[in-house]
């Protein structure tokens, strides 16, 4: 419906005695003329900085937590997982109101880390990580440390490649999170300069309330980059899934 909609000439009527499925009269001019509505271009390139710095912190920050808790064994360590599952069971609205006072008192506002922060790290990412690191057997990390390599060698040159199958599945996942986000931008963004896009496609509702073929273009225009972003990982997907399955 919002892609009849975004290449509809004339305002859309839903309820008339004959309605139509296709566009009687299809143009593409709705997508340009939503670009010179607001200003896409840099609406896109805050979106773009904060879903990659957040898929690249997210992952590192997941992988780093979830290395001891599948590979070292200290006291304590089941407890401190099952601490770290409970908390998916908090909603962040719960958590808007501290992280914004810190977001705050670190001088984070109108800032791309004041954006990514309250995703820099997540249950579900160290979840994820520390049952792809038990599947890799232990032998691996004996025959490392026998040649020399410390914990980080091992977490970095040996565990990563060979969990690349999960660590991409986290990146799909944390990318259209951070792209969609628009609760968290709202509320520690008050400069438009700094808006992504889904605050950019909100300001265009309120501006062209009756002009849906506008918004249902702005909304397309969003969605390709999260179908491009799948795309290219689905092939590394595929790619290490296969490379792990001639190794075996």
Request: charged letters at 10%.
């Amino acid at each position: 419906m919002a892609v009849v909609n975004g290449i509809e000439v004339r305002e859309r009527k839903y309820i008339s005695v004959s309605p139509k499925l296709l566009p009687e009269e299809p143009t593409l001019m709705n997508f340009v003329k939503v670009m010179d509505t607001f200003p896409f271009w840099r609406y896109l390139f805050n979106s773009v900085v904060v879903a990659f710095l957040t898929v690249f912190l997210n992952v590192l920050f997941c992988s780093l937590a979830a290395y001891p808790l599948a590979r070292m064994k200290f006291k304590g360590r089941n407890t401190i997982f099952i601490l770290v599952l409970t908390t998916m069971m908090i909603p962040f609205q719960l958590l808007m109101i501290p992280v914004y006072i810190i977001s705050l008192n670190l001088g984070l506002q109108n800032t791309y880390l004041g954006m990514v922060l309250p995703h820099v790290t997540t249950a579900f990412g160290v979840f994820l990580m520390r049952q792809a690191f038990i599947t890799v057997p232990n032998e691996l990390d004996e025959s490392a440390r026998m040649d020399g390599a410390n914990s980080f060698q091992i977490w970095y040159r040996i565990l990563m490649p060979l969990v690349k199958p999960s660590m991409v599945t986290l990146m799909i996942f944390t990318f259209v999170s951070a792209w969609g986000d628009f609760l968290w931008p709202l509320i520690i963004v008050n400069d438009q300069d700094m808006f992504t896009l889904p605050l950019g496609l909100n300001m265009l509702q309120g501006t062209f309330t009756s002009d849906w073929r506008l918004i249902a273009a702005g909304a397309i225009i969003s969605m390709i980059p999260i179908i491009v972003f799948f795309l290219f990982l689905q092939k590394f997907f595929i790619k290490g899934a296969m490379s792990g399955a001639i190794k075996g």
